[in-house]
């Protein structure tokens, strides 16, 4: 079980990009996805969270700015990411918690529960 995220990149400020994450595996339920961001020399911060039923809470720094949204049937969070400004420069990291499944060899369900779950970073940044 894994995250994959993608889309980021260098966009002049005002610009927007879209990121995504995929989880992939044997994936039984998601519970809540969200993203995180890590600035140069910063602590890693919350950007966006969205739970199993769809709501959603922001950074009051990107409140306005930036949506979150995720389509279930793809296992997918998405990030749109508008009015950027230089001070959104960050690596971005996409998170879940998450249920897989595996089966035994009685072929018995099992499912384990990754309540922590990090994909790869992906790096954003915007010029001023």
């Known amino acids: 079980v894994q995250l994959q995220a993608s889309g980021g990149g260098l966009v002049q400020a005002g610009g927007s990009l879209r990121l995504s994450c995929a989880a992939s595996?044997?994936?039984?339920?998601?519970?809540?996805m969200g993203w995180y961001r890590q600035a140069p020399g910063k602590q890693r911060e919350a950007v966006a969270i969205?739970?199993?039923?769809?709501?959603?809470n922001y950074a009051d720094s990107v409140k306005g700015r930036f949506t979150i949204s995720r389509d279930n049937g793809e296992n997918t969070v998405f990030l749109q990411m508008n009015s950027l400004k230089p001070e959104d420069t960050a690596v971005y990291y996409c998170?879940?918690?998450?249920?897989?499944?595996?089966?035994?060899?009685?072929?018995?369900?099992?499912?384990?529960?990754?309540?922590?779950?990090w994909g790869q970073g992906t790096l954003v940044t915007v010029s001023s």
């Open positions: 998170n879940a918690d998450l249920d897989y499944k595996e089966y035994d060899a009685e072929m018995t369900l099992t499912l384990t529960r990754l309540s922590d779950l």
């Open positions: 595996g044997s994936i039984f339920s998601i519970y809540h």
């Open positions: 969205i739970t199993g039923g769809g709501s959603t």
